[in-house]
T-cell receptor, first 115, second 111 residues
Framework: ETGVTQTPRHLVMGMTNKKSLKCEQHLGHNAMYWYKQSAKKPLELMFVYNFKEQTENNSVPSRFSPECPNSSHLFLHLHTLQPEDSALYLC??????????????FGPGTRLTVT | GQNIDQPTEMTATEGAIVQINCTYQTSGFNGLFWYQQHAGEAPTFLSYNVLDGLEEKGRFSSFLSRSKGYSYLLLKELQMKDSASYLCAVRVRSNDYKLSFGAGTTVTVRA
C-alpha cells in the first residue's frame, strides 16, 4: 500500500449506530487531519494531530471522536450521528505542522450516509 | 478565518483553454495550492505558488499576485479527463501552518 488509504469507502448508518472510520498513511508523515466535505462547500477541517497529539478541534460536535494511536493511523469514531452529518470524510497527512514542506496528501475518503 | 472565493462551475470544449480564478483575503499568507479532485476520489496536488508570477507544469499553469490576493489556474489543451473539481487552498502561518480551502470549481469538458 502506498499513500493514504481510508476504510470503508462507503458507509450507511442509522442515527443510533456506532461506527469508526480508519485512515492509514504510508508516507512517513507526522501530521494527520480529518476533513468534512459537503456538496458545494469548502473542505471543513475537523481535527489535526501532530506527532500523535491533537492540536486542533474546530468546534466539532462530540458525536465525532478522533483517535490517533501512532503517526501512521487515525480513526474517527462516530455515534448518534444526525442526517446532516452525511458527507465525504477525507483524511490527509503531511510533514509536521511547523514544517516548510507542508503539502497535504489526501486519502480517497469515506462517503457517509446517515439515515 | 480566511475568505477564499472561486467560481462554482465552468464549462469548456475539448482542446480549449480554461482559467479558474481564486481570490482570497488573509493575514499571514504563506502560499497557495491548487488541487484537482475527480468525483469520488482524493484531491491531488497540482501546483504551489508562494512568490508572485507564473508557474508552468505541462498543460497546467498557476499564477499568483500577493498584492491583489489573486491566483488563477490555467488549463490548456483541455482533455475529457480534466473534468473535475479544482480546489484553491491558502496556507497561512501563525504558530504553525494552516490550510484553508475554497469551495471548489467544477469544470466540465465537452466534446
Amino acid at each position: 500500500e502506498t499513500g493514504v488509504t481510508q476504510t470503508p469507502r462507503h458507509l450507511v448508518m442509522g442515527m443510533t449506530n456506532k461506527k469508526s472510520l480508519k485512515c492509514e498513511q504510508h508516507l512517513g508523515h507526522n501530521a494527520m487531519y480529518w476533513y468534512k466535505q459537503s456538496a458545494k462547500k469548502p473542505l471543513e477541517l475537523m481535527f489535526v494531530y501532530n506527532f500523535k497529539e491533537q492540536t486542533e478541534n474546530n468546534s466539532v460536535p462530540s458525536r465525532f471522536s478522533p483517535e490517533c494511536p501512532n503517526s501512521s493511523h487515525l480513526f474517527l469514531h462516530l455515534h448518534t450521528l444526525q442526517p446532516e452529518d452525511s458527507a465525504l470524510y477525507l483524511c490527509a497527512s503531511s510533514q509536521a505542522r511547523d514544517s516548510e514542506d507542508y503539502e497535504q496528501y489526501f486519502g480517497p475518503g469515506t462517503r457517509l450516509t446517515v439515515t | 478565518g480566511q475568505n477564499i472565493d472561486q467560481p462554482t462551475e465552468m464549462t469548456a470544449t475539448e482542446g480549449a483553454i480554461v482559467q479558474i480564478n481564486c481570490t482570497y483575503q488573509t493575514s499571514g499568507f504563506n502560499g497557495l495550492f491548487w488541487y484537482q479532485q475527480h468525483a469520488g476520489e482524493a484531491p491531488t496536488f497540482l501546483s504551489y505558488n508562494v512568490l508572485d508570477g507564473l508557474e508552468e507544469k505541462g498543460r497546467f499553469s498557476s499564477f499568483l499576485s500577493r498584492s491583489k490576493g489573486y491566483s488563477y489556474l490555467l488549463l490548456k489543451e483541455l482533455q475529457m479527463k480534466d473534468s473535475a473539481s479544482y480546489l484553491c487552498a491558502v496556507r497561512v502561518r501563525s504558530n504553525d501552518y494552516k490550510l484553508s480551502f475554497g469551495a471548489g470549481t467544477t469544470v466540465t469538458v465537452r466534446a
